[in-house]
């Protein structure tokens, strides 16, 4: 049992078709329009984050900053997002989980206008810091806005295949670095990159006029509002919901940190290290993206299938295995292309199992801020791994800094995720 079960007895639907779009097939327009706006939701979240990774390699020699210090600007970005992400899901507790959506979806959309036009590096440091707190806060509501949204039996494919929008995101990022560093003298073609950013500003029309509040959690709120007070910030850290709250933690911190040790410095590997050009990148990235889109969707069919522990610890190690093989064998970059794909699929598609995990392990009236919270404390101690990559690249090769961060956290993600309960199908209740 999870250690944050509420006092009435854990309720568990059975999963009865485990094919991977059976959810689709059985919504109805409201959960429809949601989950769409979700998924568009990732993956314009996904294309503002990879964006400067994509541009920093350009911002290194304009500005002249070591590899260190510009992935500062990846950190400070994540660490705002942990606190964004914790205030947005207490946010969405106290006054609804798609009045906050759209706030933070606003919010993100306006500071990556501002890193458009930013005159030096303090300032593009100082606008990736308010960004991410938008940036943060988007992901804990539409992540409770999912959860909530769908029922039980689908839950794990649902929000799993949403997060795939991740990965489009990040491919139309890349799209446009191909595009517009093409037909653009650098100096001018990475401020663009920024402008384009502030597409999902656009978003907030349709969650306006088509996406409704989830019934649940209306109904939570409405109990709050009659006995005269809400959830405290601080209620996540007490009694027995603390101990979920440190594995959960620990969970999106090993996850997290594997990752952007990953995709923050790819990039910058296969033009330094791998001597390629930017535009010649393109290609190994693009195998490097559709291998984390298939990971996203085969990982939400496994979330149901087979549970979203047993999710973590398989692609945990898989991990784990791949990026050894990448960084450390001095392989040709025919092989490394190749290896592009499993590397993309394992390091990305255990987000599938974790919105509806975290879900699923809290109550209604605590679920926005306890999801939150560990998801973004993950990604604030995961921000930390961008500047250590990069710090310790002035020591030893980037692709060893990669290995050494990138095997450590996804450690640190199986031994969390094994410690916690599964959760796969358990149904949701507005008081408890």
């Not at 994509?54 to 911002?59: F, K, R």
């Not at 995101?169 to 560093?181: D, E, I, K």
Request: aromatic residues 14%; neutral net charge; hydrophobic residues 50%.
């Amino acid at each position: 049992m999870s250690t944050a079960e509420p006092s009435r007895a854990i309720e568990v639907a059975e999963i009865e078709d485990t094919s991977l779009l059976a959810f689709y097939r059985d919504m109805n327009l409201p959960e429809r329009r949601t989950f769409w706006a979700c998924a568009s939701g990732w993956a314009l979240d996904g294309m503002d984050f990879m964006i400067y990774p994509l541009v920093i390699g350009t911002i290194i020699a304009l500005w002249k900053v070591d590899a260190g210090t510009a992935g500062l600007a990846g950190t400070v970005t994540l660490l705002a997002s942990a606190v964004g992400g914790w205030l947005g899901g207490y946010l969405s507790d106290r006054i609804g989980r798609v009045k906050t959506l759209q706030l933070t979806i606003l919010w993100f959309s306006f500071f990556s206008l501002v890193c458009a036009v930013v005159q030096n590096f303090e300032q593009l440091l100082v606008a990736r810091a308010l960004l991410g707190l938008g940036f943060g806060g988007e992901w804990a509501a539409g992540a409770v806005l999912m959860g909530e949204a769908i029922r039980p039996q689908y839950r794990g494919r649902a929000v799993g295949s949403v997060q795939s929008g991740w990965a489009v995101g990040w491919g139309l990022a890349v799209l446009a670095q191909a595009v517009l560093f093409s037909i653009l003298p650098a100096e001018s073609a990475w401020r663009w990159m920024f402008v384009i950013g502030a597409l999902p500003a656009l978003l907030v029309f349709y969650l306006r006029r088509y996406v409704t509040e989830p019934e649940i959690s209306a109904a939570a709120r409405a109990q709050h509002q009659a006995s005269g007070g809400g959830p405290a910030l601080w209620e996540i850290f007490h009694g027995p919901i603390l101990k979920t709250t440190i594995l959960a933690s620990l969970v999106g911190t090993g996850m997290q940190g594997g990752y952007y040790a990953i995709t923050f410095w790819v990039p910058r590997f296969l033009t330094t290290e791998r001597k390629l050009s930017v535009v010649g990148s393109t290609g190994y990235l693009a195998t490097l993206i559709i291998g984390s889109f298939v990971g996203y969707l085969v990982g939400a069919w496994l979330a149901d299938r087979i549970g979203r522990r047993n999710l973590f610890l398989t692609f945990s190690l898989g991990a784990i295995a791949v990026v050894l093989l990448y960084t450390q064998l001095p392989l040709s970059n025919e092989v490394l292309w190749v290896l592009g794909f499993p590397l993309g699929f394992f390091a990305s598609g255990y987000f599938s199992g974790m919105g509806a995990f975290l879900t699923e392990l809290y109550p209604t009236r605590l679920r926005g801020s306890g999801q939150g919270f560990c998801y973004n404390f993950g990604r604030g101690i995961g921000a930390l791994f961008p500047f250590l990559v990069g710090a310790l690249s002035t020591t030893t090769s980037l692709a060893n800094a990669i290995a050494i961060f990138a095997v450590a956290a996804y450690g640190v993600f199986f031994i969390a995720a094994y410690a916690l309960p599964e959760t796969r199908g358990r149904v949701l209740h507005a008081d408890s």
